[in-house]
């Protein structure tokens, strides 16, 4: 406890010294967080998990020293500085709670909750804490986006105008976590490809949205976004694609394009002209592709915002996206509800109710005037 009030009193701290736990030892908290932090030099002093073999068996195979099976057992009994959550949101919910009554630093893989109220409520206990949160959107703080992003700040390229990106998965086909198709396709994937939209665009709002849901339980979202000064973006969000694949095409103010392609590829074009002294002032391609050796955690941004994470909580540099950031993308969830009327044609698979409901159970607002569209997929469940 001592560490902290030294360290929110304006002193920082080393990352290294950092009292750090985890909390999540399924898939992705033992197969991709703890590597990661491993790759970083890092163990946490606990980890938690409600299956207590998976506890144990991860604390044996990262050498740390202690295993729990109850989260408030582990904030009473460890002094934390920062807690690392990889679980369902309802589990983040309630560790992120428990996070703040113990005035911890907190990393929360995505979806931090289930809903705009959800987050609110949290970023605002966080924000009056002084705590440090962050929400795991790692391809944000992949190699590709973080290239891209460094394009952006050359004064050469402009603004971006005008956006398109299509974010494809294998699954899930159906529901998730008790929810319907939509807030699953929600939740699991297009949290991403908005979070990476709102890099490039500020003051983000829903002008369309198409959702699909298709027979074999996999399902389509279409949206159309707007931004101020007449820049928009378009947003395509599916599963049932044979793997992932992220590809995004960016058109600036400066007639540049710039391209990510498969998450790992950043083409973009290029003045010939101002290198040649060519007159026409020829226009090329230039290209970044990751070396050979590139890859894994690296890559795909999970080094890097965990290397963030850390700093942040030891008060070196504050990072985003935090739950306050988040907020931008759940009020564009409710936007998105507005405009997808399940009640209008759109049913759950294997003869499920036709209501998608609220994530907190309630029913959904009903939609506004605007030109809300559900589009029913023939030979799909009725």
Not at 69 to 85: I, K, N, Y
Not at 162 to 169: E, H
Not at 227 to 243: F, K, L, Y
């Amino acid at each position: 406890m001592k560490s902290r009030m030294r360290r929110r009193g304006g002193m920082c701290m080393s990352a290294e010294s950092l009292r750090v736990g985890l909390v999540g030892c399924g898939e992705h908290g033992a197969g991709t967080l703890l590597p990661t932090l491993a790759s970083l030099g890092r163990t946490p002093v606990a980890v938690c998990d409600l299956d207590r073999e998976k506890a144990h068996t991860a604390a044996e195979l990262f050498r740390i020293p202690a295993a729990y099976d109850s989260t408030s057992a582990m904030f009473r009994a460890e002094d934390l500085d920062a807690v690392v959550l990889a679980g369902p949101p309802s589990m983040h919910v309630e560790a992120l709670s428990l996070a703040a009554d113990h005035r911890v630093h907190t990393f929360v893989e995505k979806p931090p909750a289930v809903s705009l109220h959800q987050v609110e409520w949290l970023a605002e206990r966080f924000r009056d804490a002084g705590l440090v949160s962050m929400v795991g959107h790692n391809l944000r703080h992949s190699d590709a986006w973080i290239g891209l992003q460094a394009l952006l700040m050359r004064p050469e390229f402009g603004s971006v105008i005008s956006m398109s990106l299509s974010y494809t998965a294998s699954g899930p086909r159906g529901g998730r976590w008790g929810l319907g198709t939509l807030d699953a396709l929600l939740l699991t994937h297009a949290i991403h490809a908005l979070d990476l939209v709102s890099t490039c665009f500020e003051k983000l709002s829903l002008t369309h949205a198409v959702f699909h849901q298709l027979c074999d339980g996999s399902a389509v979202l279409s949206l159309t976004l707007s931004a101020p000064g007449d820049r928009s973006a378009h947003v395509i969000v599916a599963t049932g694609s044979p793997r992932f694949e992220l590809n995004a095409c960016l058109v600036t103010d400066a007639g540049r394009v710039i391209r990510v392609e498969s998450a790992r590829t950043l083409r973009y074009s290029a003045d010939a002209g101002t290198r040649t002294g060519h007159p026409e002032g020829l226009r090329l391609e230039e290209q970044w592709i990751p070396r050979t050796l590139d890859g894994g955690f690296r890559a795909a941004g999970y080094e890097r915002e965990l290397h963030a994470f850390l700093s942040a909580a030891a008060g070196v540099r504050e990072i985003g996206p935090s739950l306050d950031d988040e907020l931008t993308v759940y009020r564009l969830f409710d936007g998105i509800r507005d405009f997808v009327d399940p009640q209008a044609g759109v049913a759950h698979i294997n003869g499920g109710p036709r209501a998608n409901r609220s994530p907190l159970g309630s029913s959904l607002r009903k939609p506004g005037d605007r030109n809300h569209v559900v589009q029913p997929v023939s030979g799909g469940p009725q």
